[in-house]
């Protein structure tokens, strides 16, 4: 009798590189799986291997490359199934957009150069839940297909576990969600495959059954495959056919059954990872930052000096911070060591970034034209010249503006002052130099900058210098012409924050109030979505101001609870329309989480959500959420006439919070046991370790604006806060450079370069990489002043965009894929 069901048995192991064990236990067990599963193959004639992450497959290459010759000859057959198409299996939440690019860029072209082929299929089967950009990402990868497995049918409704996956921009993916587990036990499978079958819910139904020991690998066992056999055997079984996804995908498809569509990210699995290890997401966020400054500038010097592009160290470089993607790392899942290893791998990669950077804006600041005599009348001699120095400041954003510059520097001599390549007077601070000794200060200034370039400014002296007025402040208050910020000297909390335009008050309460909230959840927090038990709130030990002058005013907030104490440093500047909060927190509390809370005034609230390479407006639910460089809240002001009125809370290193009703709550850190996963009940009678114990620093941003986010500069505004300006003196000398350019600029103001690098393949080509930041189409000119080049570009809502400039200047600026492919 024919049978009216099937399901695809899907033979894998779930490996985890890192999780309750460290990397090089992982390294083993890739071996010891792979090695499996080509015996495997030896065994059973119609076995197929299925298996993601080319970071596994490079172990291999260099550890055993006979074994790995294997592999390719069973790639070549047909029977070992390359899925994913990305480096590891990532957390696919917090890392930023980029990283999602280049997990697809460097592992498709792996799986391409070393084995012959790409993935169709992404997979992503354990993380924590899904950025609702992902579809356009793999779409760009060449990849039509997506395989997951958190949230499950208890965290997310689906109407069913085969769907189309669309993003904002419209880019559609097919999808499976797997209904129960990625891998099997070998006594289990005939339970697992009955509890499949039964959601198949019509005759002549599918659906994909996978099947393999997991997590510490193992993958398909001979009792598994015997059983596979045993049962298609049986009447009142479905039919069991050893299959792949890809070949799952591609029958549903001809089938041409209308699938249920899914905009969006997929969520809600172990809220709690969203904040999880501080430190790693912290570090992460830094090296992706800095490797991506590092190219653009390396570009720079490269056309403009002749500069040396280090394009192997930079891969490397972005492979390290890839791997610490892995979800239980970049979670917050793993043993304490794993965290060692982290460390010491992101670290590499961040030096790597530092020394590119250093030798780019070095190589390029060097062949500027800095004469002797930059103001009309001054002295040459000896004497004079060592009374000026010039300092070049390097933009590596797409857009022009005002950014902070802080450098230390020695002692001012009297009567020195700054000005810019004109000659015009710059207003210049001095504040409390990183150095505890005579001779040193730290100085602070505003600086205007063109578009990814830089700008020449120099100290020196002038008798007749203008006087700058300081920053309207007190020790509890400050303003300028935005607005006005002021404290309660007791508590330290903010108690009004108000836009002069139009009267707008922003909180309904006290502000930034650093709270305390019970967390007895593990590392994960499995089940929880809503953290709001509050335990107690810091309390007020001294408001203050710090620092005062023409620039800018700091006063320092410093509170304690319990054993912790944490500083906040509002700087209130007077030529920026935001503030900037830095941040340090010492923290000795356990089972507990710290959250920033604001309660907002406005009605009608929005809340946007920065997520990876996109934005996504959720509900002011209080569900905590993963949170990229910035959140936003607008809504109409009560009283006012005034239509709507936003405010944006930037951040350069923290990845969640929460918006429930009219309050917004940034969370800070959590301090669950390292790796305790449900049922396990801590012992009282056992010294465990906590997380975020100890020192961290972080900043974040208060940006009022008028209208919504869209048309605010909200995404310029949050990268200035994580693409910050570098600085250095330099000398006088000759040069081929003026003192200010710019290497490239775009006329739309919702379109941002993100990248800027030299193609994988060494053609020395320039990929550039350009994101709708606002959700709305559009046309952009592109000028290429650094390569006398220019172009016009349409996008489309939330596109994102790989253009290749080659490097022969008689061949078009041309459209690729997210792999650099035409």
């Known amino acids: 009798m024919e049978k009216d069901k099937t399901l695809y048995m899907i033979g894998n192991a779930h490996l985890d590189p890192v999780w309750l064990w460290q990397w090089q236990e992982g390294y083993q067990e890739v071996k010891a799986t792979f090695r499996s599963a080509l015996d495997r193959m030896k065994e059973y004639d119609d076995f197929l291997f299925t298996s993601s992450s080319a970071a596994y497959y490079e172990w291999v290459e260099e550890n055993e490359p006979a074994m790995f010759e294997e592999i390719r000859e069973r790639v070549k057959e047909g029977r070992w199934i390359i899925v994913g198409g990305w480096w590891i299996q990532p957390d696919c939440n917090a890392p930023g957009g980029e990283s999602y690019v280049r997990q697809g860029l460097y592992g498709q072209r792996y799986f391409r150069e070393k084995l012959g082929v790409t993935a169709h299929t992404g997979y ?135 699938l249920p569509s899914v905009s969006g990210d997929l969520f809600h699995h172990s809220s709690g990872c969203y904040s999880a290890h501080s430190e790693v997401k912290r570090l992460n966020r830094l090296a992706e930052n800095r490797l991506i400054m590092a190219e653009k500038f390396s570009v720079a010097a490269r056309h403009w000096t002749g500069g040396k592009y280090p394009l192997e ?116 601070q001095q504040v409390q130099s990183l150095a505890s000794c005579n001779g040193r200060t730290r100085l602070v200034f505003i600086a205007e900058l063109p578009a990814m370039g830089y700008r020449t400014y120099q100290l020196v002296i002038r008798e007749n210098s203008r006087t700058f007025p300081a920053v309207e402040s007190t020790n509890t208050s400050a303003e300028n012409r935005w607005f006005r910020i002021a404290f309660d000297e007791k508590t330290g909390y903010i108690t009004s924050l108000y836009k002069k335009n139009d009267g707008t008050e922003y909180f309904a309460g006290p502000a930034a109030v650093p709270t305390v909230i019970e967390d007895k959840s593990d590392t994960w927090s499995h089940g929880v979505r809503i953290f709001d038990k509050v335990k107690g709130v810091f309390s007020g030990v001294s408001v203050k101001r710090v620092e005062n002058g023409p620039v800018k005013c700091v006063i320092r907030v410093t509170s304690t609870y319990g054993n912790s104490r944490m500083f906040q440093d509002f700087s209130i500047y007077k030529e920026l329309d935001y503030i900037r909060v830095k941040t340090t927190v010492d923290w000795h ?155 490239l600029e775009l006329s739309a103001d919702n379109v941002l370069l993100t990248v800027m690098k030299e193609a994988e393949d060494g053609s020395q080509d320039v990929i550039l990489r350009l994101v709708e930041t606002a959700g709305r189409s559009c046309e952009t000119g592109l000028k290429l002043p650094g390569l006398g080049r220019q172009t016009t570009l349409s996008f489309t809502p939330f596109e994102i965009k790989t253009v290749r400039v080659p490097a022969a200047g008689n061949l078009e600026i041309q459209e690729n894929n997210l792999l650099e492919d035409i």
């Open 313 to 428: 160290k930079y891969t490397e470089g972005w492979k390290k911070v890839l791997f610490n993607q892995f979800h239980d790392i970049m979670a917050g899942t793993s043993i304490e060591p794993a965290y060692d290893d982290a460390r010491e791998s992101y670290g590499a990669a961040l030096d790597t970034a530092a020394r590119g950077l250093n030798a780019a804006v070095q190589s390029i600041s060097w062949h500027i034209d800095i004469p002797m005599e930059m103001e009309a009348g001054a002295s040459t001699e000896a004497g004079a010249a060592m009374d000026r120095k010039p300092i070049v400041v390097f933009n590596p954003n797409s857009f022009p503006g005002k950014f902070e510059v802080e450098m230390e520097s020695p002692g001012l001599k009297e009567n020195q002052i700054l000005v810019d390549e004109e000659g015009t007077e710059i207003t210049l």
């Open 124 to 258: 992503n089967v354990d993380s924590f839940g899904h950025n609702g950009m992902l579809p356009q990402i793999l779409k760009k990868q060449g990849m039509d297909n997506y395989v997951f497995m958190r949230p499950g049918r208890h965290e997310k409704g689906l109407e069913s576990e085969t769907f189309q996956w669309t993003s904002g921009d419209g880019s559609q993916v097919t999808a499976f969600r797997i209904p129960f587990e990625y891998c099997t036990w070998p006594k289990e499978l005939k339970e697992h495959v009955l509890r499949c079958a039964g959601e198949i819910k019509e005759p002549g139904g599918c659906i994909m059954c996978f099947y393999g020991v997991g997590n510490h690998g193992g993958g398909p066992t001979k009792q598994n495959i015997e059983s596979i056999r045993e049962l298609d055997q049986e009447a009142d079984m479905p039919h069991l056919i050893l299959s792949t996804p890809d070949e799952y995908f591609r029958d549903v498809k001809k089938q041409g059954k209308t």
């Open 589 to 743: 509390e356990k089972w507990s989480m710290l959250k920033l809370r604001f309660p907002m005034q406005l009605n009608y609230l929005r809340a946007s959500w920065e997520i990876p390479y996109g934005v996504a407006c959720r509900e002011p639910n209080g569900e905590e959420y993963p949170m990229q460089n910035f959140l936003d809240v607008e809504g109409a002001n009560p009283g006012l006439t005034t239509a709507i009125n936003g405010l944006s809370f930037l951040n350069d290193g923290k990845a969640s919070g929460s918006v429930a009703g009219k309050e917004v709550s940034l969370t800070v850190l959590r301090s669950p046991i390292y790796a305790n996963h449900e049922p396990y009940v801590p012992d009282e009678n056992l010294e465990y370790v906590y997380m975020d114990q100890g020192v961290q620093t972080f900043t974040y941003g208060l940006y009022p604006h008028d209208g919504s986010w869209e048309d605010s500069r909200t995404v310029r505004r949050s990268r200035e806060f994580n693409e910050k300006p570098t600085a250095l003196f330099e000398t006088f000398h000759k040069g081929e450079l003026t003192q200010k350019a710019s290497f």
